[in-house]
Nanobody, 125 residues
């Protein structure tokens, strides 16, 4: 029904920047809330950022506030995550997520119905 595909990951030095993109296909009009999660080696998947359908409301994990910016372009069916001032601790596989309902916590994985395959972000020191 809905497919999400991340891109833009890679290797970057500490202090550098990357912009992740998430392209939605299929029945992308069914996507309302969207977010980014990440999973570092040996850790559980954790919330990074979330955004409402209109983009008027955004949410961030404390660890990325002031450094990351989530945005979306519904006309292009694309979600973005601008990552600045990257730290080695940001190294993880980043996942795009979309929810088919206007309900649930942005912070909770269970809010989201669709997930991308993930893109690797590696920050070297």
């Amino acid at each position: 029904q809905v497919q999400l595909e991340e891109s833009g990951g890679g290797l970057v030095q500490a202090g550098g920047s990357l912009r992740l993109s998430c392209a939605a296909s299929g029945r992308s009009s069914s996507i309302y809330r969207m977010g980014w999660f990440r999973r570092a080696p040996g850790k559980e998947r954790e919330f990074v950022a979330g955004i409402s359908w209109s983009g008027d409301s955004t949410y961030y994990a404390d660890s990325v506030k002031g450094r990351f910016t989530i945005s979306r372009d519904n006309a292009k069916n694309t979600l973005y995550l601008q990552m600045n001032s990257l730290k080695p601790e940001d190294t993880a596989v980043y996942y795009c997520a979309g929810g088919g309902r206007i309900s649930g916590s942005y912070y909770a994985p269970t809010t989201y119905d669709y997930w991308g395959q993930g893109t690797q972000v590696t920050v070297s020191s």
